[in-house]
């Protein structure tokens, strides 16, 4: 909240920085503490097995949000161009009120009591458990395998899209309808999905199917399939992140959860600057076609590690 009101005040470029860090660091503070607060409350009353359903209606109202947010902020910037920020920062100041007045510790008080809080302890206990655990290796291996794919994918869509003559009205919505088809899908997955389905071979089946979409949207060349492909791979990427929490969350300690988590977030913030350093230039090299496709490589890279982690599990091998 206060990052925001700095920033609506920036003149020069150290208050233009400034609030760009301290939004960085609240990002980084907040990344997987989210998906640990509701895993240790659903775990620590018995219903763990409700985990991935409450995480996708989690998202859901995220995702909603987002989309009240893209809505309306065109119409709030052509009132007034600060406008969008104020806004911003008073709900930021809302959700913190709520937070910290309404919701409680999901670890009951003994659980720190009998815990080492020194977050290097628990650094440190988060990186041998992902070093020891071969299975949380490759996934994070995975993760940034994805970020690449998928971040060099987020940069140049509308460039794509734009190379196949669609409007500019639907690529700058793309975003949008995606989110809308994915809050579709997540509901019917939280009326009807099966708890005993394994969502390690969900999340590898999509990632093949993210890179199928986008193999084809660069090789049809109509205008419209190209835009369904897209929106196809959007709305696949919306709904993997609920499986893949629920996956983690299963299997990490509730006393490292949240500093795993963001391990993990780390790793896919890696992968990003690799892809913006590289893919760019790949595109430029090859063609844009051919430079989406190669994004999708490394997201079709990810399935695969993740049907390698399903083989050796059910091997014995981790």
Known sequence: MLAILVFTKASTFVFFVVPILIMGLADSFESGALEAWLADY?????????????????????????????????????????????ISSILFGIAAFVICCFVKESLNSHTFENNDNNIVTKIKSSYSLIKSE?????????????????????????????????SIFLISNVYIISSFVSILFMLCQTKFFNVKS????????????????????????????????????FTLEITIRPLLQSYLNKNINSDIRATTLSFF?????????????????IMKIVGLDYGIVISGIFILMAGLIVFRILFNKEKGLF
């Open 265 to 281: 977030q780390l790793v896919e913030a890696v992968g990003e600057i690799f892809a913006g350093i590289g893919i760019g230039y």
């Open 134 to 166: 071969k299975f949380l290796l490759f996934l994070a291996i995975s993760c940034f395998l994805f970020s690449i794919g998928l971040d060099g994918i987020e940069r140049f869509y509308q460039t794509f899209l734009k190379s196949k003559n669609f």
């Open 42 to 86: 659903l775990i620590s009353r018995g219903r763990e097995e409700d985990l991935e359903n409450e995480l996708r209606k989690t998202y859901i109202t995220i995702i909603l949000g987002n989309i009240i947010g893209a809505v309306s902020i065109s119409y709030l910037y052509k009132i007034n161009s600060v406008l969008p920020f104020i």
């Open 198 to 233: 394994n969502p390690l071979l969900l999340v590898g089946l999509i990632e093949t199917f993210m890179f199928l979409s986008v193999l084809l949207s660069a090789i049809i060349n109509v205008a419209f399939s190209s835009f369904i492909f897209i929106v196809l791979f």
